[in-house]
């Protein structure tokens, strides 16, 4: 079985539980259907220790963060809270002079790791926040006898420039929505960095 048969399952999983979690507060749950970036890494061998990274206790901190990095409200940031309350969910947050100013969630299917959503206070970012989170999180999931580290991002975004640099590799997946990758032609989905106008995830942004 390829990464990405393991991880595609594990992300639809993951989507799953977040549409069910909206739906039982009450928030409406609409299905996408637009490109998005699928990324791999395998879990083998050394990774740096964080140590600017925790893990969060309070969980009404952790979704403050998140949604005021996210800069959303109403439904989109009752779906967002709905998804990153489940009992499920691993929180991290960063923080400077003492107050949180940056979190990122996972989620464990057994020997998967999916990356969930990560945010930055706009007035922090481009400090090296998420690439913290980012390896913190990879470290977590190794020391919890994950062995593939899995995600999605929107092509051609930041999340998806940050995933290449810490050694993903990156899919583009079409017709995605949020039970998974729909175009039965395109899976395993095209290496990104084939596809055209996709070739630039090492670029700093």
């Not at 990405?4 to 009450?26: N, Y």
């Not at 420039?161 to 993903?168: K, S």
């Amino acid at each position: 079985m390829s990464d990405v048969q393991r991880a595609e399952p594990a992300v639809r999983q993951r989507s799953s539980w977040a549409a069910a979690a909206a739906r039982a507060v009450g928030v409406p749950v609409h299905e996408r259907t637009t490109d998005r970036i699928l990324a791999v890494r395998r879990l083998d061998g050394a990774l740096p220790v964080t140590p600017d990274v925790a893990e969060a206790t309070d969980i009404a901190m952790f979704r403050d963060t998140l949604l005021a990095g996210y800069e959303v409200t109403d439904a989109v940031a009752a779906f967002i809270a709905a998804e990153h309350d489940l009992p499920a969910v691993r929180r991290f947050l960063v923080h400077a002079d003492d107050a949180p100013v940056a979190a990122a969630a996972m989620t464990i299917h057994d020997d998967v790791a999916v990356l969930g959503g990560a945010s930055t206070l706009p007035a922090h970012r481009g400090h090296g926040a998420q690439t913290g989170l980012l390896r913190h999180r990879l470290l977590v999931a190794l020391e919890s006898g994950c062995t593939l580290a899995t995600a999605t991002a929107r092509p051609d975004s930041t999340s998806a420039a940050n995933l290449a640099r810490a050694g993903f590799t990156l899919y583009l997946c079409p017709m995605w929505t949020i039970t998974g990758c729909q175009n039965s032609d395109s899976f395993p989905p095209n290496r990104a960095d084939d596809v055209t106008g996709v070739a630039h995830w090492g670029r700093s942004r």
